[in-house]
């Protein structure tokens, strides 16, 4: 058995910009989370000159973004072992229902949870 949490990142162009982590599910290979994980942006991290903006003010922009995810045991396999990983985003590459998750939480505040499959984790950091 093991005790899996999600280290949840926001990255924008390669960049971290923030990070957060869900509750660890103890001793179990078969976890489940119902969370919310909220980023605020403040606009600074994302903002893109927008010309046809009264005054050429600038406006929040998700292009570029994306949420990294990587379900990390703190069980036997030892502290922050990899156990699969997931990215989601306009960049992230990922497959046609990943891609179309994103566009939903985007253009909504209340998308609905979806089933996602991990990769394979890459090396720990």
Do not use: Y
């Amino acid at each position: 058995m093991v005790d899996p949490f999600v280290r949840v990142e926001l990255t924008c162009g390669g960049k971290k910009l923030k990070k957060k982590r869900t509750s660890t599910k103890k001793a179990t290979s078969n976890p489940t989370w119902n969370e919310a994980l909220v980023f605020n942006l403040h606009g600074r991290e994302t903002t893109t000159p927008n010309p046809a903006a009264v005054g050429g003010r600038e406006h929040l922009s998700l292009s570029g973004v994306g949420v990294e995810m990587a379900v990390l045991s703190d069980g036997v396999l030892g502290p922050g072992e990899p156990l699969g990983r997931l990215t989601i985003g306009d960049q992230a590459g990922g497959s046609a229902a990943e891609l179309a998750h994103w566009h939903e939480l985007v253009a909504t505040r209340n998308a609905p949870a979806r089933w996602h499959l991990l990769h394979p984790a890459a090396v720990a950091e």
